[in-house]
Antibody, heavy 121, light 111 residues
Framework: QVQLVQSGAEVKKPGASVKVSCKAS????????MHWVRQAPGQGLEWMGW????????NYAQKFQGWVTMTRDTSISTAYMELSRLRSDDTAVYYC??????????????WGQGTLVTVSS | QSVLTQPPSASGTPGQRVTISCSGS????????VNWYQQLPGTAPKLLIY???QRPSGVPDRFSGSKSGTSASLAISGLQSEDEADYYC????????????FGGGTKLTVL
């Protein structure tokens, strides 16, 4: 069965960086785009971008361009999302989510369990 | 401020039918399909409806979706207590080089 297992919660200081991992299993990792979505406490969902695990190509939401980096390691079927220059309003649960289709405009059929990133001095 | 507009709350009694609306624009719902997600308290979102009205395997047929113009709706019939959750609509938006937009979410309470 398809599973996306994310790394554990993180506490970071303002200005630091955080790197969240998402290990995929139960399907061909390189066959599906991986998206990242975040959710601030008590707030809605916000799309951050995607990575094509096959080519390594990425597409970031305009808001995150210049301070998010999505990478992957196909040898261990793991995607990564690194956010730099953290601010307090980056405190959120970060989810990885698999795209159902191999196009950008796709629903997300499987989600990771979420990783809470807390930014506090 | 979310790009797609949903009512913040909805409610119903067991067995009732409730609908949740989602309003967008020509660059998102007007030209792309709509997906709906259910988020139970403390859990990750789950795909409920995709391509306006398609249910993934395992989703009960009590859940249905529709789209007309720049608006979409999620209907839940035969409401059950376990349906109490947050519901989000989402769509691709063709502006700004393309990106996914979500509604602000609707909290459904089963009375």
């Amino acid at each position: 069965q398809v599973q996306l297992v994310q790394s554990g919660a993180e506490v970071k200081k303002p200005g630091a960086s955080v790197k969240v991992s998402c290990k995929a299993s139960g399907y061909t990792f390189t066959g599906y785009y991986m998206h990242w979505v975040r959710q601030a406490p008590g707030q809605g969902l916000e799309w951050m971008g995607w990575i094509n695990p096959n080519s390594g190509g990425t597409n970031y939401a305009q808001k995150f361009q210049g301070w998010v980096t999505m990478t992957r390691d196909t040898s261990i079927s793991t995607a990564y999302m690194e956010l730099s220059r953290l601010r307090s309003d980056d405190t959120a649960v970060y989810y990885c989510a698999r795209g159902l289709w191999v196009v950008a405009a796709t629903p997300f059929d499987y989600w990771g369990q979420g990783t809470l990133v807390t930014v506090s001095s | 401020q979310s790009v797609l507009t949903q009512p913040p709350s909805a409610s119903g009694t067991p067995g009732q039918r409730v609908t949740i609306s989602c309003s967008g624009s020509s660059s998102n719902i007007g030209s792309n399909t709509v997906n709906w997600y259910q988020q139970l308290p403390g859990t990750a979102p789950k795909l409920l409806i995709y391509s306006n009205n398609q249910r993934p395997s395992g989703v009960p047929d009590r859940f249905s979706g529709s789209k007309s113009g720049t608006s979409a709706s999620l209907a839940i019939s035969g409401l059950q207590s376990e349906d109490e959750a947050d519901y989000y609509c989402a769509a691709w938006d063709d502006s700004l080089n393309g990106h996914v937009v979500f509604g602000g979410g609707t909290k459904l309470t089963v009375l």
